[in-house]
């Protein structure tokens, strides 16, 4: 079956020149003499306008230049039209392109997308919203909302608001219903990852993988800031394996375990991102993982 592409590419995600991306993106791919198209992303990350445009032009491909949260978007709204995705990453952390060892660099990523094939890969719905790679409760999302109202992107300004917002971090109370079993926890952050990644390699979740129908959930509890740095120097250079079995908080700096489904119950009104965009806050978030629902481009 002859291939047809469709770019969606995000303006401002990350730091580079989309224009001159844009530009490398058409003569590469007329190079070999695919057809294509190209649309830019849209701010309400609805991309239902496309469905026609797919099954009447029988476009194979959907591939997205921009950081995960527009991967995300587009993923939920076309992974139901039969295509393959892939990614040219150019957001400030690429989590779901690094776990899927992706190359950063723009022009490999294009190649990849000409040589590499397709791997069904696992998503999960988070209350109505679908997430392709990690969402957040707490901390990490207080993050991502500090970090989409500044004017400069990039990995600079992200640390800057990661060390700004360690030292005012405060807790959160969850209520986390898992396997008939409720656990009440007051937090600094919950992760939910589908993904190892937080993005730029910072690894949050060691266990997880894109295709093994698991979600993996990390509580940091509350301890002082000291042992918090501590405790997640430990988790991200994946000393922490996930408990099996009844899991018991008892006195756990860090609850870290697997799951196909959760109810958590936002006690303290925590913010909320999904795949590092904020997010509205919810009073409870339902996660559900939806396996192997659609395909990622990978290396062969």
């Not at 730091?15 to 294509?36: G, Y």
């Not at 952390?93 to 690094?98: D, K, M, Q």
Request: proline share 5%.
């Amino acid at each position: 079956m002859s291939r047809r592409i469709i770019y969606i590419i995000n303006p401002i995600s990350g730091t580079r020149k989309k224009k001159d991306l844009q530009a490398f993106i058409e003569r590469r791919t007329a190079e070999m003499n695919i057809p294509f198209q190209v649309f830019p992303s849209v701010a309400s990350g609805d991309y239902s306008f496309l469905h026609s445009i797919i099954k009447e032009q029988q476009v194979t491909d959907v591939v997205i230049a921009g950081g995960d949260g527009t991967v995300s978007q587009v993923i939920g709204s076309l992974m139901h039209c039969g295509v393959n995705f892939g990614i040219i990453p150019c957001g400030s952390g690429n989590g779901l392109a690094l776990a899927a060892h992706i190359p950063k660099q723009p022009a490999k990523a294009l190649e990849l997308i000409f040589s590499g094939k397709p791997v069904p890969t696992d998503g999960f719905m988070i209350n109505n919203h679908f997430s392709c790679m990690l969402c957040g409760l707490g901390f990490d999302a207080k993050v991502a909302h500090d970090f989409a109202n500044q004017s400069r992107r990039g990995l600079a300004t992200y640390v800057k608001e990661v060390v700004r917002n360690f030292f005012s971090a405060k807790t959160y109370r969850f209520s986390i219903l898992h396997d008939g079993n409720q656990l009440v926890a007051e937090a600094f952050f919950i992760s939910i990852a589908n993904s190892n990644q937080f993005g730029n390699n910072v690894t949050i979740a060691p266990a997880a993988s894109l295709s093994d129908g698991l979600l993996d959930i990390v509580v940091v509890m509350k301890q002082g800031k000291t042992g918090l740095l501590l405790q997640l120097i430990k988790q991200l250079r994946g000393k922490n394996k996930p408990v099996t079995g009844t899991i018991d908080i008892g006195k756990k700096r860090i609850l870290y375990f697997q799951a196909v489904q959760l109810v958590i119950k936002n006690v303290s009104q925590a913010p909320l991102h999904i795949d590092g965009d904020p997010a509205e806050t919810p009073d409870e978030v339902q996660v559900k993982v939806m396996k192997e629902c659609f395909r990622l481009i990978q290396p062969a």
